[in-house]
């Protein structure tokens, strides 16, 4: 190549430019940097809501809200708005699903980084005296425990995301676990 790049001994300044060029892009090829940025996916939390996906369940009319810390903390949660906000919750949605007779409650918060929301998450785990696992998950990643009106509470976290799914009115807790799974693995492919 270094007979290419001799200037003025028969080479032309355009091919000159080209063989200049050439020489460019394999050093940055073989030094291992990209020329194309990949596409990375863009997730918001209008992602998460759940439409028609997963069957058997609909929304309650007009139950969908998206909030920011401010409306959080004008009471979109029951007490709780402090300690998001203290771990630096950004926006989040609630979403209220129903299913025949089983009722779904779900809270998705963004809290910036994936750091931010494990932290939430683990003071929330750490507060469940019987931790059971859910599906495949590790108890590092969702947990959850029998809740009042015959359900369950479920905390997990995917990335920069914080997840609080109350199933209620179960005849069986088994089967909200499995629900509980279901939904999980639905937020999950969303990432």
């Given at each position: 190549m270094a007979f290419l790049l001799n200037f003025g001994y028969g080479v032309d300044s355009s091919m000159q430019k080209l063989s200049?060029?050439?020489?460019?892009?394999?050093?940055?090829?073989?030094?291992?940097?990209?020329?194309?940025?990949?596409?990375e996916k863009t997730v918001s939390?209008?992602?998460?809501?759940?439409q028609s996906e997963?069957?058997?369940?609909?929304?309650?009319d007009g139950s969908?809200?998206?909030?920011?810390?401010?409306?959080?903390?004008?009471g979109a949660m029951n007490g709780d708005a402090d300690q998001y906000g203290d771990k630096g919750m950004i926006e989040g949605i609630e979403q209220k699903l129903v299913?025949?007779?089983?009722?779904?409650?779900?809270?998705?918060?963004?809290?910036?980084?994936?750091a931010a929301a494990a932290s939430m998450f683990d003071v929330k785990a750490q507060q469940i005296?019987?931790?059971?696992?859910?599906?495949?998950?590790?108890?590092?990643?969702?947990?959850?425990?029998?809740?009042?009106?015959g359900g369950i509470i479920t905390y997990a976290h995917f990335d920069k995301y914080y997840i609080?799914?109350?199933f209620e009115t179960y005849a069986e807790?088994?089967?909200a676990y499995a629900d509980a799974a279901l939904f999980l693995a639905f937020y999950e492919e969303k990432l």
């Amino acid at each position: 190549m270094a007979f290419l790049l001799n200037f003025g001994y028969g080479v032309d300044s355009s091919m000159q430019k080209l063989s200049l060029s050439f020489l460019i892009i394999m050093t940055l090829l073989s030094s291992g940097c990209k020329i194309v940025k990949d596409e990375e996916k863009t997730v918001s939390l209008k992602d998460f809501r759940v439409q028609s996906e997963i069957s058997g369940w609909t929304e309650e009319d007009g139950s969908y809200q998206l909030y920011d810390l401010v409306l959080l903390r004008a009471g979109a949660m029951n007490g709780d708005a402090d300690q998001y906000g203290d771990k630096g919750m950004i926006e989040g949605i609630e979403q209220k699903l129903v299913q025949d007779k089983p009722y779904l409650q779900l809270f998705i918060m963004d809290f910036g980084t994936a750091a931010a929301a494990a932290s939430m998450f683990d003071v929330k785990a750490q507060q469940i005296a019987a931790k059971q696992t859910i599906g495949a998950y590790e108890q590092t990643v969702a947990v959850s425990t029998k809740y009042s009106r015959g359900g369950i509470i479920t905390y997990a976290h995917f990335d920069k995301y914080y997840i609080e799914l109350q199933f209620e009115t179960y005849a069986e807790a088994d089967f909200a676990y499995a629900d509980a799974a279901l939904f999980l693995a639905f937020y999950e492919e969303k990432l």
